[in-house]
């Protein structure tokens, strides 16, 4: 009884005979369409796809197609290109597809120009333990009553304590003005060389020349942000975050002088009257000036005070006033890893700002 007869009286999925034999289940059921068809039978094609085809390109014909795509006039140019450019000078030698099998054959297929190598850039790994030890800083835009018009609000922020040192609001963004604001806080803040880290994103004020010379010059460390990377500078971010979700942040600034007094009583209020989450409660400025060491004494006074009196109400047992946290990062090292060898990354994070 052959394999078809047998199919007949059962499913082909039982049957280990095609297995065996090598053959496909279609064809089983091919041969069992012919069977049962009434019809006059067409003769079966059993022309394989790996075999030559007599309509095939031979391997001279082959050779010039791809000779002409690798020519220096076509070749920054598509199939599609290459096709339309050679019919027009009546010469045709196969199809738009046939040339896009050929260039994949020969690992050509893709972007035939010259790209620009990809770009490895230090993961940037800041650690404060104090206060004016890391500052972080940023711009971002506000929006005034004309139709496409902006300020530019400088932001420059304590990583430590997230005091705001300084700030500024400016008609445009240059370079400039970035160099002035930071050379003043520095001179307010008495920064000693050396003992000072800038982190900031990678926009043209903060990488022209101008401004990593001046840097140089007050021996101040310049970190930058990885391209295209928001997380590298999260605390800038949070922060304008903050400023533009209060209930009282003007969608538009009617003028100059309107964000000027809007942003100048919202630096007073985040600095000294903001209780910060990160801070454990602290406002930034008694986390910049160290008066969280006092405070947390007196919080930890007012709950012993309120354990003893209801101590039922503390399942958990005597409660204890949080800290801000004495170490402070961005883009910690992940335990067990080591600095460089993330995203194939090998090589120092911070770099002097004249060498950037």
């Known amino acids: 009884m052959t394999l078809v007869e047998q199919s007949v009286h059962q499913p082909i999925s039982q049957r280990l005979a095609c297995s065996v034999l090598n053959v496909c289940r279609n064809t089983v059921r091919h041969h069992l369409h012919r069977q049962r068809f009434c019809g006059p039978i067409q003769p079966v094609n059993r022309c394989r796809k790996d075999s030559l085809q007599p309509r095939a390109l031979n391997d001279r014909e082959t050779a010039h197609i791809v000779t002409t795509m690798n020519s220096h006039e076509f070749c920054n140019q598509p199939p599609t290109q290459i096709y339309y450019a050679l019919l027009e000078r009546d010469e045709r030698y196969c199809s738009i597809s046939t040339m896009h099998r050929l260039l994949r054959q020969q690992n050509l297929h893709g972007e035939r120009r010259l790209q620009r190598p990809s770009q490895s850039h230090a993961i940037p790994r800041l650690h404060a333990k104090s206060a004016n030890e890391v500052w972080t800083w940023d711009i971002t835009k506000l929006a005034t009553i004309r139709r496409g018009q902006y300020l530019s609000l400088y932001v420059v922020m304590d990583l430590y304590s997230r005091y705001i040192v300084a700030w500024m609001v400016s008609r445009k963004e240059n370079s400039a003005l970035a160099s002035q604001l930071m050379q003043e806080a520095i001179e307010r803040y008495a920064i000693k060389p050396d003992t000072l880290t800038l982190h900031q994103d990678r926009g043209s004020p903060m990488t022209a020349h101008c401004y990593l010379d ?84 007196q919080r930890q006074q007012t709950l012993d005070r309120s354990y003893e009196q209801h101590p039922e109400r503390y399942t958990k047992g005597r409660p204890l006033a949080k800290k801000p946290p004495e170490d402070v990062y961005i883009n910690p090292v992940p335990e067990g890893g080591d600095v460089g060898l993330e995203s194939g990354v090998n090589f120092p994070t911070l770099k002097r700002a004249n060498a950037i």
């Open 214 to 297: 001046l840097l140089s010059e007050l021996t101040v460390t310049a970190s930058h942000s990885r391209p295209r990377v928001s997380n590298d500078n999260a605390m800038s971010e949070s922060q304008f975050k903050t400023m533009k979700y209060q209930p009282d942040y003007p969608r538009q600034f009617e003028d100059y002088d309107h964000a000027q007094r809007w942003c100048q009583d919202y630096v007073h209020w985040y600095n000294t009257a903001h209780y910060h989450s990160a801070l454990a409660g602290f406002t930034p400025q008694q986390a910049f000036t160290g008066e969280h060491l006092i405070l947390v004494q």
